[in-house]
């Protein structure tokens, strides 16, 4: 198959606004693959805090990238790009076109773009570091980086420590700002790209959100992250949905207090989510439930 005419078709938006369905929908309706690029919902311990596709779902269409290694070999976005793409060249032999679906920008902008390359740190930096973490916990390591990249601390999702982690531990170790190393610089690659995803009322949104939480609760939450509190150090894990039920558990508040926090994390999640695509100012909106019907156009999807 010529190379030129390999299209993507990559799902985005918030937390909680029906990516999975509309992807789904879409590879079932062009005869084609998902590629996952959900950071989270990689790893086979994590499946109700993350809201992994179902089984149904899953069997829907061909799914990538979901659940396929464990918690304790994180994928960087980086390697995700690089797997991907291998990925994407066998897929293209058979499709002409594939679906992209995942929340995980970072992850998205490293498939379709490429990625900075950015210096090894040592061990020793990486120990330095997970103690400010241990010690002053999410606060220790915004205030640290605001003081040594205010460039970058004005766009990292500040809710992540193990993204604030990474960006300090580049900062020790070289002594420069981790923004230096983001170029900006687009990759070109051998398919084109189109960029979509559900815009809903901001209110309406987040009583998805909610009910998504208390759903997670019902369907076993606090017993998953039990079992994956003595792995709390991993970087997939330092995440809303678990973090704060670890946090339980070691007593530092209760368990409704823990939902209301995954609530309100995931809330604020969500916006810096709309801001990142609006801010980009490729991704197309479309309102909800239009996919649901069958007199949309396939090809308003599909890249020029």
Known sequence: MDRAVRKLIVVGGPTASGKTALAIRLAQRLGTAVVSADSRQFYREMNIGVARPSEAEL?????????????????????????????????????????????????????????????????????????????????????????????YYDLVDRQNPARLMRALEVCQATGQPYSSFRSGQRVERPFRASFHYIDWPREELYERINRRVDMMFEQGLEAEAKLLHPLRHLSPLQTVGYQELFDYFEGKHDLETARERIRQHSRQYAKRQLTWLRRDGYWQPWAPGFFLSDDVDDQAFLPD
């Open 59 to 151: 069997a829907a269409a061909p799914h990538y990238f979901i659940a396929d290694r464990s918690v304790v070999e994180p994928l960087t976005a980086g390697q995700y790009a690089r797997e991907a793409l291998a990925l994407l060249d066998v897929l293209f032999l058979e499709y002409e076109v594939v679906v992209v679906v995942g929340g995980s920008g970072l992850y998205i902008r490293a498939l379709t773009e490429g990625f900075d390359v950015f210096p090894e740190t040592p061990e020793v930096v990486k120990e330095a570091i997970r103690a400010l973490y241990a010690i002053e916990g999410l606060a220790g390591l915004q205030a640290a980086l605001q003081a040594v990249d205010p460039a």
